[in-house]
């Protein structure tokens, strides 16, 4: 049994006689997560880790060391100028269809290079932007090099950071079997190349100032983070979308109310089939279609933060002009033409 390992355990979990559980700081959960990704420690010592971290609540402090452990095993690819990371969930939708993709591709043919960090589903969850992104006919990269190429001719491409690095496949497949969101998925979401303009999504709760207090930590001067329709980047279409924006001058909230750009609607994007997936493909290529409704309106919401992020434009209102052009031309479509 690894021994340093199980001293975290105690520590996380509060087994240390006469404490309760105590956070880890940023020295400890680099060194543990780097311990874990070489291969060390039982299954059932890092399953533990993982529940009393997420029992106890993770930090910034240990989600920037984490990261930083497992940014150091990657290479990144090398991003355009102007160019927004996408970096998602292994935690998908399950009661709605997933209109990301349909964002990212309007946001791409409105001129914003957007590279797309994905994966699959995590086990017993709902439809992922990887899920959707290979069912469309996209392809999730491995390698750096090839994402970049692919970046660069197309201005979109979708990669996996995490099947970069064989030491995730353990750690991965140990929250599976949990069937629990650990740390492994939240660490995974932190894996954007260094000082890159990224969007990522967030569960409900308090969690923004945490989040964004960890991009920072990690170099980067302009974030968004956007508690969409079940923790995905969907905006919602009846109601405020909340967040928070990191930039040079510091943080705000983020306050998306769909009422003030014209986009708001009775309910949200429907599913159209009982199949998720089929569900959410189909609505992504009816928004692509521009015909008006919840899927067209979430879609535009959400790539006119792409474009926001990307400096194109800091007013929201133009953003959305941007991606409603990139739809009603098919630049938007003809991104997602593999």
């Not at 160019?83 to 309007?106: D, E, F, H, K, Q």
């Not at 439809?127 to 660069?152: C, F, N, R, S, Y």
């Not at 009982?274 to 992504?284: F, H, Y």
Request: proline content about 5%; some cysteine; overall charge negative.
């Amino acid at each position: 049994m690894d021994k340093e390992l199980r001293r975290l355990i105690q520590k996380v979990g509060g087994a240390v006689a006469g404490t309760g559980a105590r956070h880890l700081d940023a020295e400890e959960s680099e060194a543990a997560l780097r311990h874990l990704l070489q291969g060390a420690g039982e299954e059932i010592q890092i399953a533990a880790f993982f529940v009393a971290l997420r029992s106890k609540g993770t930090t910034s402090d240990e989600l920037t060391g984490a990261a930083l452990a497992a940014r150091s095993r990657i290479e990144f690819p090398i991003l355009p100028e102007g160019a927004v990371v996408v970096s998602t969930s292994r935690m998908g939708r399950r009661n709605g269809p997933l209109l990301s993709v349909a964002s990212i591709a309007a946001a791409a043919g409105a001129g914003v290079p957007v590279l797309l960090q994905a994966s699959p589903h995590a086990s017993g969850s709902g439809v992922t932007v990887g899920d959707l992104w290979q069912k469309m006919g996209g392809k999730i990269h491995a390698a750096a090099p090839a994402t970049a190429t692919e970046l660069a001719e197309r201005s979109l491409a979708c990669w996996q950071p995490t099947a970069a690095d064989q030491g995730w496949a353990r750690l991965l497949r140990i929250e599976n079997e949990l069937g629990l969101r650990c740390a492994p998925d939240i660490i995974s979401k932190l894996l954007a190349p260094s000082g890159s303009k990224v969007i990522v999504p967030s569960m409900l709760g308090p969690v923004l100032g945490m989040a964004s207090d960890a991009f920072a930590n990690l170099g980067h001067k302009t974030c968004l983070i956007v508690q969409g329709l079940e923790g995905s980047l969907d905006p919602s279409v009846t109601g405020l979308t909340r967040g928070m924006l990191l930039e040079e001058d510091g943080k705000s909230p983020l306050r998306l109310q769909p009422d003030d750009l014209g986009l708001g609607e009775q309910e949200e994007p429907p599913a159209m089939d009982p199949d998720r997936m089929l569900a959410s493909e189909m609505a992504s290529r009816k928004a692509l279609t521009g015909v008006e409704g919840p899927e067209l309106s979430c879609t535009l919401l959400g790539a006119a933060l792409l474009i926001r992020l990307s400096g194109r434009t800091r007013d929201l209102a133009s953003a959305v002009g941007m991606a409603r052009e990139s739809i009603e031309s098919g630049a938007a479509e003809q991104m997602l033409r593999f």
